[in-house]
């Protein structure tokens, strides 16, 4: 029989080592690995007698609990395709996906209210309730023919989102910084802040764990700076995942508020850029180190990952084992050594390609078992690697290479800063231009931070990489996982323009 994921997450095998330890805490329920497995089988059973054969996908919407754990692992072991969606999917996304991916079925949460797409409606609440009748050759009829395993969605930052369609691949070539560099095991909790629905955490905080033996600890209200220090103090995991904009968020509270991060053994940060000032405070205040790394939604692991032996500010540490990596140039020959250039990877956990809707020049990026990652990158002379951001966040201005991330660096380094983020937007002449929103720190003068930003600007770039637009805002427009939506920044300067 074809591998499949969720099977061997749960196979005998692992159930006789890892029966009564605790695979998943949520609230105050405490779920055993034995039980999970009971639990994903009961829900595979349901949906696959509702889908009618294996094969079929099945979007799943819900908050994160055990029973949309257990949703996501039956859905497999039944041999069906979970597509796996935020809570706050909105409206018009969810036709999308439903139109893309021709599911059969719509699992979710009831207080989500009742989706308007014309699909078969199963209550997330029902279906891992019955224990009693799970069956124990669920795997029996999944499809051999099928190759996928689950869809993802990613984020959208700059456009529509793209389905993601992952395989059942096999984990271990993937958790060696877990095993190593985190040492998830048995009686280590994880805790993410980041919703499964999101590549980093299904495969950090999910897959991993469970595939280690250790606890995933869920958190099933939208995450906030507050909730999530709250969770973390009281179930004290010693492993913790999340995004720049949390610890940035945390940061924002009360130094005396943070005392529960002393009892955290690992920091990990993925999912956008860490910027270097926001490490330094963490590490500052609470006298530990965020290890920083980078993954893809095309890879749901991570690509590189830092070493808490081998930390340097501002890089994301080295390629993960089993990941290739190219830098090629913009003439797709190899990029010069110590220079920028556009990454290229294979990676052992390598999606399968994207949905059908997305377009032909985006299907192109996976090619004979690379992918182009549209990520700019460079490997300096201690082998340590540093994200420059996207391919498009460069720019050619008076016939100069401009980078979007080497100008909001630049502009977190000025005091009353809290966040840049810079995009492209064509002037009234036409040519593209850099505009740069800020967000105030919390004692900021926001009157006089403009003029003050703009002279410590002046006084740092050459003229041709300075923002030809600068704008102070309160907050930044974020997707579901809490990336910045850089479309609607650059449709703001474009209003401006018209």
């Not at 990454?343 to 299907?363: D, K, S």
Request: aromatic fraction near 8%.
């Amino acid at each position: 029989m074809a591998h499949n994921l969720a099977q061997a997450l749960l196979s005998e095998d692992r159930l006789a080592r890892y029966a009564d330890h605790a695979a998943i805490v949520c609230d105050n329920r405490v779920i055993s690995y034995s039980e999970l497995a009971v639990m994903s089988r009961v829900a595979g059973d349901t949906l696959l007698r509702h889908a009618g054969r294996p094969g079929v996908r099945v979007i799943v919407r819900g908050r994160d609990t055990e029973v949309l754990v257990a949703v996501i692992l039956g859905a497999m072991m039944a041999g069906l395709v979970p597509v796996i969606l935020s809570p706050r999917t909105t409206e018009d996304d969810l036709r999308y996906v439903a139109d893309e991916t021709a599911a059969a079925l719509l699992v979710e949460d009831d207080d989500l209210g009742i989706s308007p797409i014309p699909l078969p409606r199963l209550s997330m609440a029902g279906l891992a309730a019955d224990r009693a009748t799970a069956s124990e050759d669920i795997g029996a009829s999944s499809d051999p023919d099928s190759k996928e395993a689950f869809w993802l969605y990613s984020s959208g930052t700059t456009g529509r989102m793209k389905g993601v369609i992952h395989a059942h691949h096999d984990l271990a070539p993937v958790l060696v910084f877990h095993e190593n560099c985190l040492n998830l095991g048995p009686e280590v909790r994880t805790f993410c802040t980041s919703r499964i629905s999101f590549a980093y955490a299904m495969s950090n905080a999910l897959l991993a764990p469970l595939a280690l033996g250790a606890t995933v600890v869920l958190h099933p209200e939208w995450p906030t700076a507050g909730s999530t220090l709250a969770a973390i103090e009281a179930v004290r995991p010693q492993v913790v995942f999340a995004v720049p904009s949390m610890y940035r968020a945390w940061l924002d509270l009360p130094a005396e508020a943070l005392a529960p991060m002393a009892l955290v053994r690992r920091f990990v940060s993925a999912g956008e850029h860490l910027p270097v000032p926001v490490a330094e405070r963490w590490r500052a205040i609470t006298r530990q180190a965020i290890l920083d790394c980078h993954g893809t939604s095309e890879t749901c692991f991570l690509v590189f990952a830092s070493s808490p032996d081998r930390p340097k500010a501002g890089s994301v540490g080295f390629p993960c084992p089993g990941v290739e990596t190219e830098l090629r140039d913009e003439a797709d020959g190899p990029a010069p050594a110590g220079a920028a250039g556009r990454l290229f990877i294979r990676h052992p956990f390598l999606a399968l390609g994207y949905g059908p809707f997305a377009p032909a020049e985006v299907q192109a990026r996976f090619q004979n078992g690379w992918f182009a990652t549209g990520d700019v990158f460079r490997c300096d002379d201690d082998g340590h690697w540093h994200h420059y951001g996207r391919e498009d966040d460069w720019l050619k201005i008076a016939g100069q290479w401009v980078s979007l991330h080497g100008v909001e660096e630049a502009a977190a380094a000025c005091a009353g800063v809290e966040q840049a983020v810079g995009v492209t937007a064509n002037d009234a002449n036409g040519f593209l231009r850099v505009a740069l929103f800020v967000v105030p720190a919390a004692d900021a003068d926001d009157r006089a931070l403009p003029e003050r930003l703009e002279t410590f600007l002046n006084e740092r770039l050459p003229a041709f990489k300075r923002p030809k637009w600068l704008r102070v805002v309160d907050d930044l427009p974020r997707t579901s996982t809490g990336k910045v939506k850089k479309a609607d920044l650059r449709r703001m300067i474009e209003v401006e323009v018209a």
